[in-house]
C-alpha cells in the first residue's frame, strides 16, 4: 500500500512541475535534442524568402531527400578477403544532398547531417520563422561554424531557386 502511494505522489508531482525537463532529457538521450542547436541560434546564418513557413520546409525536405548521384558499390576484391575469384555485379548506391536527421513541423525545426567537408554525424539546425506578408526567416545553425556556412549556402542557394530572397 506504501508503494502505490508513493507512485501516485510521485505522479502528482510530475503532473504539477510540468515534464518539458523530463521531455528533453530523454530527447538527450534518444539524440534528438535541440537544445544546443538552439543555444547558438543568436550565431545563425539568417535569409528572409517570399514564400510561407511550410512551403520552405517542404522544400527543404524534397531537396534533401533528392538523390544526387549514383555511385558505382565498391566491387569486392578476392585476395583481401582470402576467397577465391567472384564475379561482382556494380549496383548503384544512392547518394542523397543531406541526411534528415530531424523534422519537427510542430517546431518548425529540421536537423540535417551529411554536410560536405563536415564529420557525417555534425548536426545542423533549420529554423523557420513565419513573418507577415508570406514571408519566412530561415535561421541555419550548428556547433561547428564550417558546417553552418556550408549548409547555408546549400539550403539559401536552392531556397533561393524556388523563392525570392526578401533580405
Known sequence: MKNYKMLLTLIAVLGVSGCASFREEAKLLWGSSTSELESVRNEASRSTFSCSWE??????????????????????HPETMN???VASVEKPIKVKNLDLFLQDRERRVIVVMGIPGSVNTTEVGL??????????????????????????DIVFTELGKQFTVVN
Open 127 to 152: 529554423f523557420f520563422t513565419p513573418l507577415d506578408n508570406r514571408k519566412t526567416l530561415v535561421e541555419v545553425t550548428s556547433l561547428s561554424t564550417s558546417a553552418r556556412v556550408r549548409a547555408a
Open 55 to 76: 512551403e520552405c520546409f517542404n522544400a527543404v525536405v524534397k531537396y534533401a531527400n533528392v538523390p544526387t548521384a549514383s555511385l558505382p558499390e565498391p566491387a569486392l
Open 83 to 85: 576467397q577465391t575469384a
